[in-house]
Each structure stands twice: as structure tokens, then as C-alpha cells.
């Protein structure tokens, strides 16, 4: 009896051990296929093309609608991120001072085409590298700031599209003067760091003259503007109205921008719709989402082996005119019918 407890015993040992040989080797064995997996995984990773992007405002995990745009439109054309394409963001938090060095980044790293959608991106990516493909949105015209040779044959290894939002100036300063007939006096309000508000700026400026408005500078410096003050400069100057001009800053701090405006009571007129979804009066310019689903389409044909000197840069399919009603009400303004008729978005 004792020798058959015995050879039970040992018998219950050995199938012990047995067991936790087989859990050992399973484990290894699993650890060994991940580990060839994620080597594999890494290789396609490699493999596939990668598209470098400064995103001009936020940090990393947030989101971008003309972002999402540009990713929309790639996946239209058949390139799906993590599929056969990836996108290298580098995120610049509205601070124009790092967008050089995240552009650095995107060249050291070998990316195969740099989207760069707003000046100080344009000028960094054109002086960090002649190699790599860059397709621009600028809202300032190309030729004119150097950017390219010609819009029908930019040569060099830049295209894309202007969305000449500076030719606008005329029209946003009219618009603004027909929801306010009385305007005499009028404020900008722009990021005097930023080379492209400084262009937009200088053609208010001839905009306010065509129209006999007196034009008062509401300049402010990042990364923290004093928008209270610059606002108390209105107030102060009697201004009537106020025009923002879009660039990262401005786009960093919409909300508190129009928050502000309210409470002085001055209408507003932006560059772009997403500035009236973020409480602006009314805003006039090229529809974002398309420009930067046209965006992809460029990058695309890149990725398939077109050159971007030959590439022509193109202009705008639509100008879109934002009205927010809610804000309108605030300030006890009435928007006249006719450009209501005319806008593309309404706020209730």
C-alpha cells in the first residue's frame, strides 16, 4: 500500500511538472510569435509611405477639422492611415516659434511628403530641404512670397494651393459694412509675430481706405496675447467693428477672442467658418474641408511618382460665408436678408 501511495505521489509530481513545462513552452512560444509579429509589423510599418504634417494648434490626441478633412480625402483615393499610409504629425500648440523645428524633425526623419498648411510651415519646410515634396495651402499668393516659380509650373519640389484669402480683404471689409451701415472706424485684429497677418494688415489698411474707415491696429504677440488689453484698445479708440485675421494664434484662442468681442460689444468678421462656429459674427473665405481634401489628391499623386514642380497650384472651387445668428443676437444686431440669402452656414 505504501509503495502504491508512493508511485501515486510520484506519478501526481511528474504530471505536475509535465503541465508547467507545456505552460512554459506555450509562453515562450507566444512570446516568440509577438515578438515576430511586431518585427513584421515594424517592417511593413517601414515600408509604407509617410506623410509629415505640422498641426498648427493643439497637442497631441486632439482633434483637427481640416485635419480630418485631409484624411477623408485620402481615404477617398484609396490610402487609409495605418493601412498603406502613415501620417507623422508634429503638433506646434499655436506656438509659431517651434513649427521650424518640428519641420527639422519631419526632414531629418525622411518623410516623403511634408504638408505644410500655413506660412511660417511654407517658409521653414522651403529652407530645410530641396528633396522632399511639400505641398502647401497659403493664403497669402505663392509667387508673390517666393514660394514658387509660377502657378502653372511652380518648378522645385513645392505645389498645392493658395487659397489667396488676402484677395479677400476688400470683400470681408464690405460685408462687414453692410451689417453695419454706420462704420467709420475700423479694428484689426492680428498676430504681429505672424508674417502672414502682417501682409493681411497692410491690405486692410488699403481696404479701409477704399472705403474711408479709419483703421486701428490690434496687434498682439504669442504665445500668451493680451486680448483684454487689445480689446480695451478698441473700446478705447471707439472702434465699431473688428476684424480678426486668421493664423495659429488667433485659431488657439477663438473662443475667448469672440467671448471677449461680445462683451465689448463689436461685431466681428473672421477669415475662416470655424472662427463663427467658435462664436465670431460672420466670416468670409475658402471653404477649409475642400481645400484640404484637394490637399490629399496632391499628396497622392506624389506618393504615385509625380513631381511636384509640375504639379500646378490651384486656387479655391468656392468662397463661403458664415453667419452666427446667436452672436448677432447678443450684440442686438440684425443681419441684413441679403446676406443671409447668400451665406452658406447659419447659425441658429
Known sequence: ????????????????????????????????????????????ARNLPRIGIIVSTGAPGGSSPWLESFRLGLQELGYTEGKNVLIERRYADGRLDRIAGLVAELVQEKVNVILAPNNVAIRAAKEATKAIPIVIVSSVDPVDAGYINSFARPGGNITGLANLGRDLSAKRVELLKDVLPKLSRLGVLWDADGPGPLIAFKEYEEAARGFKLELRSLEVRGPKPELEKAFQTAQTGRVHGVIVVRNPLMSGHARKVFELAVRARLPSMSEEGQYVDEGGLISYGANAADLYRRAAEYVVEILKGAKPGDLPVKLPAKFEIFVNLKTSQ?????????????????IQ
Open 330 to 346: 447678443q450684440l442686438g444686431l440684425v443681419i441684413p436678408q441679403h446676406i443671409l440669402v447668400q451665406a452658406d452656414k447659419v
Open 1 to 44: 500500500m505504501a509503495c502504491a501511495a508512493s508511485r501515486y505521489k510520484c506519478s501526481a509530481i511528474s504530471a505536475t511538472i509535465v503541465k508547467k513545462l507545456i505552460s512554459f513552452i506555450w509562453t515562450i512560444g507566444s512570446i516568440f510569435v509577438a515578438l515576430h509579429c511586431s518585427a513584421e509589423a515594424q517592417q511593413v
